[in-house]
């Protein structure tokens, strides 16, 4: 099972940009797809983006799209989500998740590895 540490967190007033990333290690990394889950206080679990193995297929959560990309560097074993434009609404932890699978799915149950976590804060 693939073992997914998240960095890259922090507190930021609304309209900046943040980068996370996620660093993979346990197992090949090149065929599965990995993607970002959020969970803002009081909230439940949202789906926010996920990418395929190749990087050439990506998928977007309504709130997110046209603000936010995904991004994976396999020989690096390391995935990527630029956030641009943050509202405070973005504001959540952050969690990196990987799914053994061809298929992108929003459906956090089918993730089988996450990470701890990174928070993010927007201010307004």
């Known amino acids: 099972q693939v073992q997914l540490v998240e960095s890259g967190g922090g507190f930021v007033q609304a309209g900046s940009s943040l980068r996370l990333s996620c660093a993979a290690s346990g197992e090949p990394t090149s065929r599965i797809i990995m993607g970002w889950f959020r969970q803002g206080p009081g909230k439940e679990r949202e789906f926010v983006a996920a990418?395929?193995?190749?990087?050439?297929?990506?998928y977007y959560g309504d709130s997110v799209k046209g603000r936010f990309t995904i991004s994976r560097d396999n020989a690096k074993s390391m995935m990527y989500l630029q956030m641009n434009s943050l509202k405070p609404e973005d504001t959540a932890a952050y969690y990196c998740v990987a799914r053994k699978a061809t298929r992108i799915v929003t459906d956090p149950h089918e993730y089988h590895s996450w990470g701890l976590g990174t928070q993010v804060t927007v201010s307004s």
């Open positions: 990418i395929s193995w190749t990087g050439g297929v990506t």
